[in-house]
């Protein structure tokens, strides 16, 4: 049987006067790697702010396997990785190894003193996102790419089960994008790691997803990969609000 991670049930959200979500229903099961995406403005931060339980929908009900989102207390479960983590400068004082360990503190508290076995638990995330070599540098003189595996190394030291990020690639050199989409890919196939992650892109994350979802207000369309791939540039141009080309997928022309 497929277990369920997320739950969204008819969510609705508004700020001041402006509804920014309207009814959106959304499953995310274990295993699964999901691309959420939308233009800048659709909604797609406020979504994740309200599935991590940050804030409470007017409308609507978020589960967290089967709890409700703002009362769920396993979060060592979920790793997050927020839009702006990968933009230390160079002066910044800390090691790739210490940002890492630093990402089991929310299981053990701040004040923790890290054991031998946290250092280990720490260099076997930054493997798996191939940067131990990196492990005794400071994070400042590191580039936004490698930063950014350095990051999710950070949500992957507590063994989480579902890896949520929003637009990780911002920052990224575009010649980096594909190898850092391919390490995504590695740790959704090999390690069993479901991934929820939000861009703005509509092509090239879409072609590692196994599901995509896109978000402008509502929900325009969810389902597996090669239906969104069915979509013609025209159908996407439409509920993304202005006219956009898929560069890298089969169905390219409108
Ligand atoms: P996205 O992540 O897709 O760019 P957001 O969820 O950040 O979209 O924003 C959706 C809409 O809500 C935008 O129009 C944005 O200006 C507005 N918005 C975001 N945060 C706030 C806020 N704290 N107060 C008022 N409006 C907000």
Redesign the pocket.
């Known amino acids: 049987m497929t277990n369920t991670i997320i739950e969204c049930s008819n969510i609705s959200f508004t700020?001041?006067q402006?509804t920014?979500l309207d009814s959106i229903s959304l499953k995310v099961n274990e295993g699964e790697f999901w691309a959420l995406i939308?233009?800048?403005?659709?909604?797609?931060?406020?979504?994740i702010k309200i599935i991590l339980g940050l804030l409470q929908p007017d409308q609507g009900r978020v589960t967290l396997y089967g709890e409700d989102a703002a009362s769920f207390r396993q979060r060592e479960k979920i790793g997050y990785v927020s839009q702006k983590s990968n933009s230390f400068n160079a002066g910044f004082p800390a090691t790739v190894l210490e940002v890492v360990k630093s990402g089991l503190t929310r299981k053990v508290g701040l004040f923790k003193n890290f054991t031998k076995a946290d250092e280990k638990q720490a260099l076997e995330a930054l493997k798996i996102v191939k940067m131990d070599a990196y492990a005794a540098s400071n994070i400042g003189e590191l580039s936004g790419g490698q930063q950014q595996r350095v990051f999710i190394a950070r949500a992957l030291v507590g063994n989480p089960e579902l890896l949520i990020m929003d637009e990780p690639t911002v920052g990224i050199d575009q010649k980096n994008v594909a190898s850092f989409y391919s390490m995504l890919n590695d740790l959704n196939r090999e390690h069993g790691i479901a991934i929820l992650l939000?861009t703005h892109e509509i092509d090239l994350v879409t072609e590692l997803a196994s599901h995509v979802a896109c978000l402008n207000r509502t929900i325009h369309f969810h389902g597996p990969q090669a239906a969104y791939q069915q979509m013609d540039n025209r159908e996407i141009s439409n509920w993304y609000g202005h006219p956009v080309r898929r560069v890298h997928s089969s169905k390219k022309e409108a």
């Open positions: 700020y001041e402006s920014v939308g233009p800048n403005g659709s909604g797609k931060s406020t979504l939000v």
